[in-house]
């Protein structure tokens, strides 16, 4: 179907386009499109884009590593959103600027170069490594993939539990305005 660097690069960019579109300014409203989103985008490239799922020895070990990478940018990315209450309408809004960009930019770059670079400036190399410790090349894509996935879920899991732990909004009937201020009360 695809070369291995052509899967990943497409998976590269539909993380990019979706993070961004999604995350990026401020009062951006969380609520079920916005958390659902991620997901369908994980659910679209899982199928379309692994190689069967390595289940022993080194290659797991290489996928695995890229679940928990891809874990720690998530809570990463979460650490440089504000997730709030919006003041206009009281529901869950997050505020996420050039630091979360740079972030998701630099991630994703830094896959796109390997990607680049294991096709063009070290396959040598990197198949001799593979063959040293029995990791194949679609243990490595899969690895790139399952980062790209769990950051991306990792943010969305984090932003929907960051919305759901903030406190309450007040609506006028909880809102409690003393009935005269600046006198001693009457008898």
Do not use: C
Request: aromatic share 6%; no cysteine.
């Amino acid at each position: 179907m695809f070369s291995e660097l052509t899967q990943a690069e497409i998976v590269n960019g539909f993380v990019l386009i979706a993070v961004m579109h999604n995350d990026l300014g401020t009062h951006r409203k969380i609520g079920p499109v916005r958390l659902l989103t991620p997901a369908a985008v994980a659910g679209a490239i899982v199928p379309l884009f692994i190689d069967p799922v390595v289940t022993h020895g080194s290659g797991l070990a290489v996928e695995l590593a890229g679940v928990a990478a891809g874990m720690l940018g998530g809570l990463a990315a979460i650490a440089l959103t504000r997730v709030y209450r919006s003041p206009r309408t009281g529901k869950p809004v997050s505020h996420a600027t050039w630091p979360y960009a740079l972030l998701w930019t630099l991630v994703i770059g830094a896959r796109a170069v390997f990607s680049y670079g294991a096709t063009h400036w070290f396959p040598v190399q990197l198949t001799q490594w593979g063959m040293t410790h029995h990791v194949t090349g679609a243990a490595i894509t899969n690895g790139l993939i399952f980062m790209a996935v769990a950051m991306l879920l990792t943010r969305t899991l984090g932003l929907g539990a960051r919305a759901a732990t903030l406190p309450r909004a007040m609506t006028g009937s909880t809102v409690s305005v003393p009935r005269e201020t600046g006198s001693t009360p009457r008898p």
